[in-house]
């Protein structure tokens, strides 16, 4: 049987800062993953992946990620991703001090 | 130390040029990504997690003072303020954005480094002992090799596309410091029973998600053969290396998959080609590299300063005690500076304390610098007389932490904190070991005792060779910490053997701790290292402190 889909939302790093960003639903693309297009549908997430992987002037390496709602939009649910929004561990830089 | 020459110039400028141009096509289109990736990569350019890495080479970690100052120059003017040292003796960037990386590459052009080679299916970064030329026990400097196989590796057109990398180490003294067996290929200067210098040669050594320990494809090559039999390695390798499968490309699977047996023939077949076609240039350009690489002019002075600081200041006697190493030049010492200060990040260094390196090489160090794989930076070459002064300014910095080859000297992967296929973080739990052994005050009665990191199986942090190698894993969505040991790196290599069932990020301190304080129980004498010890009794009584719940059971079930 097919895994059962789970909500994703479209994560990239942007092509000339190299941060990582998320798309939102208006097809914006945003540094804060609060703001991305939660995607609940499969057929959904993969028209929204194509859209991304066409914007190769602005993206690199758009893909898929597991994400949850949460109160104040989606959420990660891997650690991996969680870096991602935040930034690394050892000094106060990326996303946990910009956004 | 070897300067550029007319050509080395021209060539890496055009690199520069051609570089500037590709990344003007990818941001105005002309380029796809898949078509500007490869570019990029060539010249040591990596996408990571947070943002892009510059990668950038220091031949067999050698660097003048100059040429640190640029380095900090980038940290300062492109990046955030600091730069990291890898395990190959290379430096990495962190925060570079795309526009600006032909101007790094320019800066770095100018004084003779540059990133190429640093990534992709080639030959890397040629690494060496960062003693090199200082050492006392050493038969010849490395270097002129390194430099030798550098320039004939740079741009080699029969293997820019490799089956897979391609990284060699040099080591001139018996004692190895550069981790030969654990190289594509490892070269040990030798001397033979004439006396002659020649080279020991190693193949299929390597790292990575199967470890191997090189194995002696040839007991010596005169000087006369040595390019042409690295070509012919290289080319054999090349020929037979698998393509159908990178997880199985690299050299040492080739010669475990065909034999040393077979893979020597293949090598000589290649030789009897390659042999022929070195006209003898090889190894008049070794000479005049070799004579670029001459020792300063030692100094003959009192040692009153240092003998006096030395009975005098205990934090200086016990730098001393730590981070010094012989010199084969009387009144002379090898600094260890160390980059591994308690609760900071392994290998890294602020522009600010590369410029105060940078001085200090200039003032005390006849003007060289080493990188180490252990992500330490060496001033080779300091006058006794001439430390308490450097050691004094070194405090000044941050930078006249004790503890070289102790607990807290770790080596650590950048991790899941930065990079793109790491599995789970590596540099807060070097953090952590180093402040929990900063706070038990115990490190100076450990003795020597290496630990290593790696944030995946790719084993940039070295964990196989450790004596305790940590390496972190995704399981099922949370990070955990697999132990290896018994490891080494050195000329009595061995591969650490898998303790047990991983421990959690929460659990993986205290597990070290219990090793750590499980070994000083467990040593004959205090003089019996931890790897000695491990060596004596076997895993099970390190097992025995590492799972006490386990051993609890036995005990129990023993009694029942």
């Known amino acids: 049987m097919p895994r059962k889909f789970t909500p994703k939302v479209v994560t990239a790093n942007r092509l000339l800062e190299g941060d990582a960003v998320w798309l939102t639903a208006e097809g914006r693309w945003t540094p804060d993953m609060r703001e991305a297009e939660l995607l609940d549908e499969e057929a959904h997430a993969e028209l929204r992946l194509l859209t991304a992987q066409s914007d190769a002037a602005t993206v690199v390496g758009p893909y898929l990620a597991d994400a949850v709602a949460g109160a104040q939009g989606p959420e990660p649910t891997h650690f991996r991703e969680t870096f991602r929004t935040r930034g690394p561990s050892n000094y106060a830089h990326g996303k946990q001090v910009e956004l | ?560």
């Not at chain 2, 032909?102 to 052009?109: N, Y």
């Not at chain 2, 890397?124 to 490395?142: K, L, M, Q, S, Y």
């Not at chain 2, 070295?462 to 490891?487: C, K, M, P, W």
């Open chain 2, 1 to 560: 130390m070897y300067h550029y020459n007319d050509f080395d110039r021209a060539f890496v400028q055009e690199r520069v040029n051609q570089f500037r141009g590709q990344v003007e096509r990818r941001i105005d289109g002309s380029l796809t990504e898949d078509e500007f990736r490869p570019l990029r990569l060539m010249n040591g350019l990596y996408l990571q997690l947070h943002a892009y890495m510059l990668r950038v080479a220091i031949p067999y970690g050698t660097l003048n003072s100059d040429q640190m100052r640029t380095l900090a120059l980038l940290a300062e003017k492109w990046d955030r303020g600091y730069g990291h040292f890898t395990t190959r003796q290379n430096i990495q960037y962190n925060w570079p954005a795309l526009r600006d990386v032909p101007e790094m590459l320019q800066a770095l052009a100018d004084v003779g480094l540059h990133a190429i080679q640093t990534s992709g299916n080639t030959i890397r970064n040629v690494t060496a002992d960062h003693f090199a030329g200082a050492a006392a026990d050493e038969i010849a400097d490395p270097r002129p090799v390194a430099e030798l196989l550098r320039q004939w590796s740079t741009d080699h057109p029969e293997f820019q596309f490799l089956p897979r990398k391609f990284k060699i180490a040099v080591t001139g003294a018996a004692h190895d410091r550069a981790v030969i067996q654990a190289h594509d290929i490892g070269i040990q200067i030798v001397k033979n029973a004439h006396g002659e210098i020649g080279y020991k040669l190693l193949v299929g050594g390597g790292l990575g998600r199967t470890p191997m320990i090189g194995k002696v494809i040839e007991e010596f090559v005169s000087q006369d053969d040595l390019l042409p039999y690295c070509e012919a390695i290289v080319a054999a390798y090349n020929l037979l290396g698998r393509r159908d499968n990178k997880y199985k490309a690299r050299i040492k699977i080739t010669v475990f998959e065909n034999g040393l047996e077979a893979f020597r023939d293949a090598v000589n077949e290649q030789f009897a080609r390659t042999k022929p076609a070195f006209s003898g240039v090889d190894v008049k350009l070794f000479e005049e590299i070799r004579a670029q690489f001459a020792p300063p002019a030692w100094r003959n002075a009192p040692l009153k300063a240092y003998d006096d600081a030395y009975a005098a200041d205990a934090l200086f006697r016990s730098w001393a005690d730590t981070n010094l190493t012989a010199h084969r030049a009387e009144g002379y010492a090898i600094v260890s500076v160390s980059l591994k200060k308690h609760g900071e990040t392994p290998g890294d260094a602020t522009a600010e304390q590369m410029r105060v390196l940078a001085d200090l090489a200039d003032l005390y160090g006849h003007n060289e610098l080493r990188i180490s794989h252990e992500q330490n930076v060496i001033l080779p070459h300091v006058h006794k007389s001439d430390l308490p002064k450097l050691h004094a300014k070194l405090r000044e910095h941050g930078l006249a932490t004790a503890n070289i080859g102790l607990v807290s000297d770790i080596i650590a992967c950048p991790g899941m904190d930065y990079c793109a296929l790491a599995t789970a973080r590596s540099i807060p739990v070097a953090q952590q070991i180093a402040l929990r052994f900063e706070e038990l005050k115990l490190e100076h009665d450990v003795g020597p005792l290496k630990i290593k990191i790696s944030g995946c199986i790719n084993a940039c942090g070295h964990h196989h060779v450790g004596h305790i190698g940590i390496l972190g894993l995704d399981r099922a969505g949370v990070e955990n910490y697999q132990v290896t040991l018994g490891g080494s790196g050195d000329e009595t290599a061995s591969i650490g053997e898998r303790a047990g069932p991983g421990f959690s990020a929460e659990e993986i301190v205290p597990a070290v701790e219990r090793l750590v304080l499980g070994y000083l129980d467990l040593r004959s004498s205090p003089d019996e290292t931890f790897l000695a010890a491990y060596r004596r009794l076997g895993p099970a009584p390190f097992k025995s402190v590492l799972y006490p719940e386990q051993e609890a059971k036995r005990e129990r079930a023993d009694a029942a």
